[in-house]
């Protein structure tokens, strides 16, 4: 049970990590990289002097902290995986936390096998809450605004008067869509936070139905799943704001996210230290390529997650935002590095090059859902709304062999809902396949 001493301390945290970022969002490129080569040495001497699996890296490598001197040595290091902290928990532990300090916490395995992990009690929500604040304050929230909460929770909806939130399943978004909508009219909002997919699926039932389009949202929060463009320009269309976007995960050791002024992704120097590198482990410095996002968590003492490889890929940029923030961006969050499809001759294409397909192709689609059980087969289940015919099915068939050929034998089946594989986000694909994770 958390004490009342417990919730003030977090409380207090929270705000003093607020206040600090007030400031720090306006430093220098220069001031963020010092700050966050400092935070970086004592995360490294603290993991050398008191995590077992990191002394052992160091002393294995020939290295002590001290020799990581700039952001560029840490590829000294040896990349942490998903599957090493599966092998190694109890030595990523810090032996200097006390048990009733750590909180047990368990990745949503939407990817695959979750990983299980442990963060400080209270401190890693009070972080979480002071970057998500500075980051919602771009789109002008304030604590006072009523919000709109679409989440994976198994209750319809509940109500939290503290933080003026209605919250709204995700999951029964698809079997009552009209009667969100009405709640959400009657609530009046002023911005809505989502998983892309909801949002996108109840825009695209707004737009089927030909509903008036819901006014008075000043901007719609995204987390959760990468945003592809198709989502983010109906969204934008049928709310009449615009989309901000989160990325982070369950480990707890990344947070970025986009601004009034671009879409590129904002990552919080304060918060970890970026890597984007190639399928070699080359850092990755050219404009535009993508590569595997690789973290290095700043606060992450209890359980340190040091160039940790995400499985996240990303597109690299070295443009400055006009926001006049000088943090470094990521240009998109293209997706899970195995996101992909094997087509008949083996090859692997992208999950996004066939949900841009099926987007360019939807009109009367209003979601889907990719599976893939036999190599170079190809099977998709699709909710409809009562304008779809069979006409529109045989020439999104027809469309789809165009374009891509004997690649894949495609079968298309209608569903009232789809598979969740260890979340209750929206999986576009379920990929049965056991395939190798290279980029293409």
């Not at 089927?208 to 320009?233: M, N, Q, R, S, T």
């Amino acid at each position: 049970m958390v004490s009342i001493t417990n919730i003030i301390i977090s409380c207090k945290r929270q705000l003093s990590i607020y206040n600090f970022l007030k400031k720090s969002q306006e430093w220098s490129r220069k001031k963020l990289e010092k700050y966050q080569m400092d935070k970086l040495s004592r995360l490294l001497i603290h993991s050398y002097d008191n995590v077992p699996y990191y002394k052992k890296i160091f002393d294995k490598s020939n290295l002590k902290p001290r020799d990581i001197k700039s952001i560029k040595d840490l590829q000294k290091l040896p990349f942490l995986t998903r599957d090493i902290v599966r092998r190694n928990k109890e030595e990523l532990i810090a032996r200097n936390y006390p048990r009733n300090r750590l909180e047990y916490k368990t990745t949503s395995g939407t990817t695959g096998e979750p990983i299980s992990f442990y963060v400080e009690k209270g401190v890693w929500l009070a972080n979480h809450l002071a970057y998500n604040k500075i980051y919602m304050e771009r789109a002008g929230y304030n604590k006072w605004d009523k919000m709109i909460s679409f989440l994976g929770i198994e209750k319809e909806s509940r109500y939290h008067p503290f933080f003026r939130t209605l919250e709204l399943s995700s999951i029964h978004l698809l079997k009552k869509p009209d009667e969100y909508i009405k709640r959400i009219r009657k609530f009046k909002p002023k911005f809505i936070t989502s998983y892309p997919s909801a949002a996108y699926f109840l825009s695209k039932y707004i737009r089927e139905k030909e509903l008036d389009k819901i006014d008075g949202i000043k901007a719609v929060f995204c987390h959760g799943e990468p945003v592809y463009e198709w989502e983010k320009k109906l969204i934008e269309e049928v709310f009449r704001c615009r989309l901000y976007d989160i990325y982070g995960h369950g480990e707890k050791s990344i947070f970025a996210g986009t601004c009034e002024k671009s879409y590129y992704y904002h990552v919080f120097s304060e918060y970890y230290v970026m890597e984007i590198v190639d399928d070699d482990g080359n850092i990755i410095t050219e404009e535009g390529k993508t590569g595997e996002i690789v973290v290095t968590g700043l606060h992450s003492y209890a359980f340190p997650f040091i160039r940790y490889k995400t499985g996240d890929i990303g597109v690299y940029s070295a443009d400055k935002c006009d926001c006049g923030r000088e943090y470094p961006l990521i240009k998109r969050i293209v997706g899970r590095k195995c996101d992909f499809l094997v087509s008949r001759n083996k090859d692997l294409v992208y999950l996004i090059i066939l949900n841009d397909f099926i987007a360019e192709n939807s009109k009367g689609i209003l979601m889907w859902q990719w599976r893939q059980e036999k190599v170079g087969k190809l099977n998709l289940d699709i909710l409809v709304c009562d304008t779809f015919s069979d006409d529109m099915l045989r020439d999104i068939k027809n469309r789809f062999y165009s374009r891509f050929g004997d690649a894949f034998e495609l079968d298309v089946n209608y569903v009232d809902d789809f598979v969740r594989r260890g979340t209750r986000k929206h999986n576009f694909l379920i990929q049965n396949l056991p395939i190798e994770c290279r980029l293409p």
